[in-house]
């Protein structure tokens, strides 16, 4: 089945869809994306992610491409278009074409780009494989609040850590404290049985899954201490894991050469994994 892309106002092959040479995406990274779970038909917290999108583009001197319907539609269009079920559905935005220079065009229209990915469903009983993460000093930029398309360091940590054989980077601030994982937020549970994750500012982005599982574990009486842990805190702790629109919560059962608790998927981890599976049934 031929897999479809939208490209400003165009449905187009995924194998055909293309942007201009000039765009600004492509030359400066000027752009920012969002990534939208749907699962099983139903799309996640949709709106927390335009609403993040639409803060992105107001941190980069931008407005939203068109208004969140029109939107709303084009997802739905091209989810249908695709006919997918369970996946992911990106979105880009970028300043547009222009000549190359760094001030901002004048006049120039934006780009917009849509895509999709098939994933299968998040079920705790098959998804809680257990991630091994390598701890790297953090090398991105200062607004990690901003959902930019410049990944770049993102994307090299992560190589260097399944070079070294581990599934994923934790990214570690100067003054020792973890800030995130390359593409998730990062959380442990303390020894006390807390939920300890960092509390949003320019050094992490803020995980649209993040705030949901808070909102969730928060009503069922769990604990939650928004607040930087070191590297040596997180070695210690009782349980790890990861969220993130596309995974979901995935268990951190090793950091460098430390096995956290027992090395095996924690009781919270679970727990928290099956509120969150409840919450996508609806
Ligand atoms: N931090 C970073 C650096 C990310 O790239 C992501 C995923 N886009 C997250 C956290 C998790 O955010 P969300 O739960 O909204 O997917």
Redesign the pocket.
């Known amino acids: 089945m031929s897999r479809f892309a939208y490209v400003n106002g165009a449905y187009v092959r995924h194998s055909d869809a293309s942007v201009h040479i000039e765009d600004r995406g492509f030359q400066f990274g000027d752009s920012v994306y969002e ?1 939208v779970y749907l699962y099983q038909g139903k799309l996640i917290d949709a709106e927390p ?1 335009l609403d ?1 999108m639409e803060r992105s583009l107001d941190e980069l001197q931008m407005d939203m491409p068109m208004s969140r319907k029109a939107m709303g539609l084009i997802m739905k269009e091209l989810i249908k278009r695709n006919r997918l079920k369970t996946g992911l559905v990106y979105i880009q935005v970028t300043r547009g074409s222009a000549t190359r220079d760094f001030p901002f065009p004048s006049a120039c229209d934006q780009t917009m780009v849509m895509t999709t990915r098939r994933m299968p469903a998040f079920d705790p009983d098959k998804a809680l494989k257990p991630l091994k993460v390598k701890s790297l000093p953090d090398i991105r930029w200062s607004r ?1 609040d901003i ?1 930019t398309t410049q ?1 770049l360091a ?1 994307a090299l940590s992560k190589q260097t850590a399944l070079d070294d054989g581990y599934d994923d980077a934790w990214l570690v601030d100067e003054a020792g404290f973890v800030t ?6 990062a959380w442990i549970v303390t020894k006390d049985g807390k939920l300890k994750t960092r509390k949003p500012s320019h050094e ?8 949901s599982i808070i909102t969730l574990a928060t009503e069922k009486g769990i604990e939650i201490i928004e607040e930087a842990f070191t590297l040596e805190e997180a070695l210690e702790a009782k349980e790890a894991f990861v ?4 995974a979901c919560l995935k268990p951190v059962t090793q950091i460098n050469e430390h096995t956290i608790g027992n090395g095996n998927v924690g009781i919270i981890s679970e727990q928290i994994a099956r509120i969150y599976a409840n919450f996508l049934k609806g």
Do not use: Y
């Open positions: 990534v992610h993040r990690c959902k990944l993102a995130e994982g390359t593409s998730n937020n992490i982005l803020n995980g649209i899954t993040r705030q969220t993130s629109a596309s």
